[in-house]
């Protein structure tokens, strides 16, 4: 408790700010082998966006939440089982935090994709990841074509997307925001009694297309748009790891 | 006197950003890409200032921040930390090794600048 305090009286002093008590509290309820399903299911229902990404997760094949099969929070935790719950509390801060990070370092505002706008991404592509270990282990994925790329690391660094030819410094870039979106990720899994480790961001250039994944069991894809920027954030995670 | 700035970070892209943003200001930035190079840049260049990230590969920032902080020629340099990673038990452990600041990314360059003039006197270049 005292640590809690230090940690708040520390947080306000340097201007940080957390992640949403939601978001974190899911975290933690999901973090406990023991967890109470209806709890978990209380607090999703009581969060707008957590309770749409939700239903989407749970209901993968339909395209309009007309034809959602679990049409209730409750329906899709007790029918889907606590691994949608789980993706939720995965995906959330990161989605969080990429959006937050284009705010901030680029001025843009990401709108995020249903699972029937994700496209396959036309060759060649930049694919970033991060390994991260501990009580919580997986691994996180950006991916995105070259324009996209070449459009942020120039909105970064400050230069005209024209001008930017140089692989190493786009690649760099795609580290950086891999980096920076994942770095929040872990501090919230760390919060919620998950400790892990990262491990150095790896960025390739590949002349192979993409195709996103289905979300399924310990799978949560993601996509983001905006302008001719598109996104995909795949994050794969067994939080009970035995180190 | 131009004041000396050391910029610690793995990322090519954020060492550019911290240069840019103390452009408009009297500052000679210093680089460094790991904790390791930090520390002989520091000893080096005795900074005024140290900008450092948490997670680089060879040598990560709470170590280079705990060597530093135990070197009696370099102690007194104060520290911001400039870091993805603030949960509570890093910011902890940061703290009591003895940091002025801490500015969690993503970040804009006004905050670094506000942050780092609280800390140094930051003079603008003479037009």
């Known amino acids: 408790m005292q640590q809690s305090a230090d940690y708040r009286e520390l947080a306000r002093h340097y201007g940080l700010a957390p992640v949403p008590d939601s978001v974190l509290r899911l975290t933690q309820l999901v973090a406990r082998q023991d967890s109470d399903l209806e709890e978990i299911t209380q607090l999703i229902d009581q969060e707008p966006a957590l309770r749409k990404r939700l239903l989407q997760l749970a209901n993968p094949g339909a395209k309009s939440e007309a034809e959602y099969e679990l049409d209730t929070v409750e329906r899709a935790i007790f029918q889907r089982g606590i691994g949608c719950a789980l993706l939720l509390a995965m995906g959330t801060p990161l989605a969080f935090a990429l959006a937050k990070t284009f705010q901030t370092m680029l001025a843009l505002k990401l709108e995020t994709l249903t699972p029937q706008q994700l496209k396959p991404i036309d060759p060649p592509c930049f694919l970033g990841t991060i390994a991260f270990g501990g009580k919580a282990a997986g691994t996180v994925c950006l991916r995105m074509g070259a324009s996209s790329a070449t459009l942020i690391a120039a909105k970064i660094l400050g230069m005209e997307p024209k001008d930017l030819k140089d692989l190493t410094a786009i690649s760099d870039a795609v580290g950086e925001l891999l980096n920076i979106i994942t770095g929040n990720f872990k501090s919230n899994l760390c919060d919620a009694g998950l400790n892990c480790r990262l491990q150095p961001p790896k960025v390739w250039h590949t002349s192979e297309a993409y195709t996103p994944a289905v979300p399924g069991v310990g799978l949560e894809c993601l996509g983001f748009r905006v302008g001719q920027i598109v996104l995909l954030v795949d994050v794969s995670v067994n939080p009970w790891n035995e180190e | ?127």
Do not use: H, W
């Open chain 2, 1 to 127: 006197m131009a004041l000396k700035i050391l910029s610690v970070d793995d990322s090519r892209t954020i060492r550019l950003i911290v240069t840019r943003a103390f452009k408009a200001y009297d500052c000679i930035i210093c680089e460094a890409a790991n904790g390791e190079e930090g520390l002989a840049a520091a000893a080096r260049e005795k900074p005024d200032l140290v900008i450092l990230d948490v997670t680089m590969p060879v040598m990560d920032g709470v170590t280079m921040l705990g060597k530093l902080k135990d070197d009696p020629d370099l102690k007194a340099i104060p520290v911001i930390m400039l870091t993805a990673e603030s949960s509570q038990e890093n910011v902890l452990q940061i703290s009591r090794l003895g940091v002025r600041d801490y500015l969690a990314k993503p970040f804009k360059e006004e905050q670094l600048l506000e942050k780092a003039g609280r800390v140094v006197p930051l003079v603008k270049k003479a037009a």
